[in-house]
């Protein structure tokens, strides 16, 4: 995934550490899952309440995240991930 990603100048997305940090290491941009749910929502993809729905599946089907079920909100936007400008 990351070769590919820095062979086609594309976005890898992951939420292994090593692969995020060996990807930031080769200049390919790397994107976190809760990144991708936050950016979901602020572009008017997923309101919160799908956001926090899918962030539950995440986690009902084996996802380690820095929160729990139903917090998906509070936590990014307290991550400054949900504010408007990227």
Known sequence: ?????????????TDDQVAFQVG?????????????????????????TEAERLVEDLIRAGGRYPLRAGEFVCWARGQGLL???E
Request: glycine residues 8%; hydrophobic residues 55%.
């Open 1 to 13: 995934m990351l070769a590919f990603a820095e062979a086609h100048g594309a976005i890898a997305f």
């Open 24 to 48: 930031r290491e080769r200049d390919v941009k790397v994107v976190r899952t809760l990144a991708l749910v936050a950016r979901g929502v602020r572009n008017g993809v997923l309101t919160e």
């Open 83 to 85: 504010d408007r400008a």
